[in-house]
């Protein structure tokens, strides 16, 4: 017997084999739960999970904006100068140049340079392990991003 | 046929026939709960999560894109549910390297001096002595017919890890069966 007609004496047993079955009010159980709720139309869900997603990364925003802005970290301070010099109304701007400058002054502070940069690769991070963890499905980060 | 109908059957419950679903339950209900069993190894436990996975499968039928097969979808949920229940590491199977093939000789000569009937019955013995791992691959290929690539979206494995694993599926059955020859014969030559 070569491997093809050996392959297919395996095929025929799997095949002749009786897969193990539940109980006989199987499926009236499953129907039990489904029954009362329609099913969720796509729009909806895609909606409900974007909200979900948008709710979760605000939340988490909002997280660390108090654990810094509340903690004892040294360079504490010179955010804190930042962030004043953003919101003075005499530097209050919506003008390209001017946010472009603010962001460049933003970026040269060396201790918010080792913030911005964890920040990033914890974003980095946490994009990559989404991307691995829900693998084909849409989320919010993988509509923003991918 | 089958997929067709599948696919009948989702169609009309999103557009709000919700019995319909009883019809896919009977359909794929068997092989559900045979994952399941696989995995979990109780029946209790694999009734409860091939429930679960039904109850899943409801929730988010409007994601369920019909670019495959309604059953390998459904599958896939069935699997993850019964990975996620009895809180095994979700790559159980090991990655093998598709070089790492052996080549195993044309299988047993010698089964061929037996009867249909003999070498069922040393396949079918070979067959439950597999883990149930190794069980649960050759169900999805050779029972459900999914391709390759289908079991592959089923268990997480690589297309190559399934197809190695495959072989060395074989590959054990056929040393089962080549032991289970040498003893008959041995058996009948004393």
């Known amino acids: 017997m070569n491997t093809l007609d050996f392959d297919r004496l395996i095929s025929e047993v799997v095949k002749a084999t009786n897969l193990p079955v539940p109980s006989n009010n199987f499926t009236a159980k499953v129907m039990a739960v489904t029954s009362p709720s329609p099913v969720p139309s796509s729009d909806d869900t895609r909606l409900k999970n974007y909200l979900k997603a948008a709710a979760a990364l605000l939340l988490t925003g ?44 933003f970026f040269e502070n060396s201790a918010i340079k080792i913030l911005w940069a ?9 994009l990559i392990l989404d991307r691995y963890i829900n693998k084909g499905v849409k989320t919010l980060q993988s509509f923003l991003f991918f | 046929m089958n997929q067709v109908d599948d696919i009948e059957y989702v169609l009309r419950i999103l557009n709000g026939d919700t019995s319909a679903y009883a019809a896919l339950v009977d359909r794929h209900k068997n092989m559900a709960f045979s994952l399941a069993l696989k995995i979990a190894g109780k029946p209790e436990e694999a009734e409860e999560i091939a429930m679960d996975a ?27 549910t019964a990975i996620t ?3 095994k590491k979700k790559h159980e199977f090991l990655a093998l390297d598709e070089r790492l093939i052996e080549q195993y000789p044309d299988p047993i000569e010698a089964i061929n001096e037996f009867s249909k009937e003999d070498q069922f019955r040393m396949v079918e013995k070979a067959i439950q002595r597999l883990s149930s791992e190794d069980g649960l691959l050759i169900t999805l290929f050779y029972k459900e017919e999914l391709s390759v690539d289908e079991v592959s979206s089923v268990t997480g494995l690589t297309v190559s890890n399934v197809k190695v694993k495959l072989h060395r599926i074989r590959k054990k059955i056929a040393n089962d069966v080549e032991t289970s020859i040498k003893k008959e014969l041995k058996e009948e030559y004393i």
Request: net charge positive.
């Open chain 1, 62 to 105: 909002l997280f660390f904006m108090v654990i810094i802005l509340t903690s004892d970290i040294p360079f504490i301070d010179s955010l804190y100068k930042v962030f004043s010099f953003a919101v003075s109304p005499e530097r209050f701007s919506f003008s390209i140049p001017d946010i472009m400058n603010f962001t460049a002054g």
């Open chain 1, 118 to 126: 964890g920040i990033v690769l914890a974003g980095i991070c946490l």
């Open chain 2, 85 to 87: 229940f009895t809180r």
């Open chain 2, 54 to 80: 039904f109850v899943k499968a409801f929730n988010n039928l409007s994601t369920f894109r019909q670019e495959s097969q309604f059953k390998t979808w459904l599958y896939r949920i069935v699997y993850n």
